[in-house]
């Protein structure tokens, strides 16, 4: 299965900056999840991102939030624009590989927002 | 609307005792069901996953149970350790449409294995 290294690990940001989070696969790879995971919750799926086109948000997610980047088969960035306290949360990417839709998740980035 | 819908949300087993965690899903287009294990401070990990063409996979102490007529499937832990304390969650996912690739998660279940 795909190794995901994902940075930074956990950060604690002003209210109104932004937060970059990266996810670098050791694979090439065609689709790149990112969820958000709240305290004490479920995973939720913010967006698609597949190389070459826009990524496709989920109900509840905008661009202008949640802005993604998808340079390559390899590289996938996600940030938390303007945050505020509710933007704390953990905030994973997740690539699919192999035939059977082996999922892999990275270790995650913990957010704060004060 | 949630997809999964996962019980019990907590669950306390004694050392050696089965955890069982059960999942029930709606959207027939659904042909992977993976569970997933969580510590805290990290991303889920992979324990094992089933197709619906099986009704059962064993993996060591962990084994799925599934029932496609019911649309039903389980986690069972056998001789449950205090390592095995995590947080669980059930998925699922499709080949097709709306479910294309992505993993819809379950709410999670809350194991403590006391020694």
């Known amino acids: 299965s795909a190794v995901i290294s994902q940075k930074p690990s956990r950060d604690i940001c002003q209210r109104g900056t932004s937060l970059t989070i990266q996810c670098q696969v050791d694979?090439?790879?065609?689709?790149m999840f990112w969820y958000r995971q709240q305290p004490g919750q479920s995973l939720t799926l913010i967006a698609t991102?597949?190389?070459?086109?826009?990524?496709?948000?989920e109900s509840g997610f905008v661009i202008d939030k949640f802005p993604i980047s998808r340079p390559n088969l390899t590289f996938s960035t996600l940030t938390v624009s303007n945050m505020s306290p509710e933007d704390s949360s953990i905030y994973l990417c997740?690539?699919?590989?192999?035939?059977?839709?082996?999922?892999?998740f990275g270790s995650g980035t913990r957010l704060t927002v004060v | 609307q949630q997809q999964v819908k996962q019980s019990p949300q907590s669950l306390i087993v004694q050392k050696g005792g089965i955890s069982i965690i059960n999942c029930a899903y709606e959207?027939?287009?659904?042909?992977?069901f993976p569970w997933y294990q969580q510590f805290p401070g990290k991303g889920p990990a992979l324990l094992i996953a089933?197709?619906?063409?099986?009704s059962e996979k064993k993996e060591g102490r962990f084994t799925i149970s599934f029932n496609k007529s019911a649309k039903q499937f389980s986690l069972h832990i056998m001789d449950s350790q205090p390592g095995d304390s995590a947080t669980y969650f059930c998925?699922?996912?499709?080949?097709?449409?709306?479910?294309?690739?992505?993993?819809?998660f379950g709410r999670g279940t809350q194991l403590t294995v006391w020694p």
């Open positions: 997740s690539v699919v590989t192999g035939k059977y839709y082996g999922y892999t």
């Open positions: 694979s090439q790879v065609t689709m």
């Open positions: 991102a597949n190389q070459g086109s826009e990524a496709t948000y």
């Open positions: 959207n027939t287009a659904f042909d992977y």
């Open positions: 089933i197709r619906p063409d099986v």
């Open positions: 998925a699922a996912s499709g080949r097709g449409g709306s479910t294309l690739g992505r993993l819809y």
